[in-house]
Nanobody, 119 residues
Framework: VQLQASGGGLVQAGGSLRLSCAAS????????MGWFRQAPGKEREYVAS????????YYADSVKGRFAISRDNAKNTVYLLMNSLKVEDTAVYYC?????????????WGQGTQVTVSS
């Protein structure tokens, strides 16, 4: 499974961004997907995840109510819509995939996309 994240950028606090993760590989639409992030000097942390069907979604407390994860299996793409962004959301965001787990630890990882939130 190969994962390609995109959509990061610079945004002011209170703004929104939508990240995308394009997946390729055999039976990728049957994989559970997730988003993680790593801020400078901090460990990578879980953000959100979604089951292979899209029927179940999960969020870290820090983003619940502000972020929304979704997927389009016809396009093999998972999205992370980030609203009401805060300076503390600044991080490199990574997408991940796993055939069994809907959450960490996940087996496959893509490269990150930088999200910077300015005050």
């Amino acid at each position: 499974v190969q994962l390609q994240a995109s959509g990061g950028g610079l945004v002011q606090a209170g703004g929104s961004l939508r990240l995308s993760c394009a997946a390729s590989g055999r039976r990728v639409s049957s994989y559970n997907m997730g988003w993680f992030r790593q801020a400078p000097g901090k460990e990578r942390e879980y953000v959100a995840s979604i089951s292979w069907s899209g029927g179940s979604t999960y969020y870290a407390d820090s983003v619940k109510g502000r972020f929304a994860i979704s997927r389009d299996n016809a396009k093999n793409t998972v999205y992370l819509l980030m609203n009401s962004l805060k300076v503390e959301d600044t991080a490199v965001y990574y997408c991940a995939a796993d055939p069994r787990r809907v959450g960490p630890p996940m087996e496959h990882w893509g490269q990150g996309t930088q999200v910077t939130v300015s005050s």
